[in-house]
Antibody
Framework: QVQLQQSGPGLVKPSQTLSLTCAVSGDSVSSNSATWNWIRQSPSRGLEWLGRTYYRSKWYNDYVISVKSRITINPDTSKNQFSLQLNSVTPEDTAVYYC??????????WGQGTLVTVSS | DIVMTQSPATLSVSPGERATLSCRASQSVSSNLAWYQQKPGQAPRLLIYGASTRATGIPARFSGSGSGTEFTLTISSLQSDDFAVYYCQHYNHWPRTFGQGTKVEIK
């Protein structure tokens, strides 16, 4: 059974960088059949799929346009985990952030969620 | 990006009754449509994929239908555990997008 365990701070100051990590067990981030995703949820924006990283003979990333200039998702194969970095945050980035595995197009395994508040 | 529109925003249903939720895509997503259930403080849980296939462990009272741009989730006889928010999501291409959700509440 795939499990995803999130870690990272719940409070970030405006203009700083939001950083979260998702540790994977029961699958490999280097899998050729899965993608590894970050999704956030807020009352104002609903559920928003931010981006993904995946391995298909080489590493790829896809990001949603709304955050493309500020986001980086990186795999760490040595620890079987992946991370999210979101730069230059504002209060609009306050949300619950989830990591998720997508397999065959389906987000079938999710992390527990991390409430990240952007405030000074 | 494809816009997913769900209706109604809130559905008030008595236990044992049938609930019908709708989801419309701004362009065709074929059958690449999933439904999720979310309860307070929890991550979304996959219910239906391929528009009509139940995920592992999902009771038969949940069923999905539709293709192209119009989709329906039906809960045949609502149990107390089913009162939650339901989201549709397409996975036809990148970026994936979700609907805004339908809250199923006790009448």
């Amino acid at each position: 059974q795939v499990q995803l365990q999130q870690s990272g701070p719940g409070l970030v100051k405006p203009s700083q960088t939001l950083s979260l990590t998702c540790a994977v067990s029961g699958d490999s981030v280097s899998s050729n059949s899965a993608t590894w995703n970050w999704i956030r949820q807020s009352p104002s924006r609903g559920l928003e799929w931010l981006g993904r990283t995946y391995y298909r003979s080489k590493w790829y990333n896809d990001y949603v346009i709304s955050v493309k200039s500020r986001i980086t998702i990186n795999p760490d194969t040595s620890k079987n985990q992946f991370s999210l970095q979101l730069n230059s945050v504002t209060p609009e980035d306050t949300a619950v952030y989830y990591c998720a595995r997508e397999s065959r197009g389906l987000a079938d395994s999710w992390g527990q969620g991390t409430l990240v508040t952007v405030s000074s | 990006d494809i816009v997913m529109t769900q209706s109604p925003a809130t559905l008030s249903v008595s236990p044992g009754e049938r609930a019908t939720l709708s989801c419309r895509a701004s362009q065709s997503v074929s059958s690449n449509l999933a439904w999720y259930q979310q309860k307070p403080g929890q991550a979304p849980r996959l219910l239906i994929y391929g528009a009509s296939t139940r995920a592992t462990g999902i009771p038969a009272r949940f069923s999905g239908s539709g293709s192209g741009t119009e989709f329906t989730l039906t809960i045949s006889s609502l149990q107390s555990d089913d009162f939650a928010v339901y989201y549709c999501q397409h996975y036809n291409h990148w970026p994936r997008t979700f609907g805004q959700g339908t809250k199923v509440e006790i009448k």
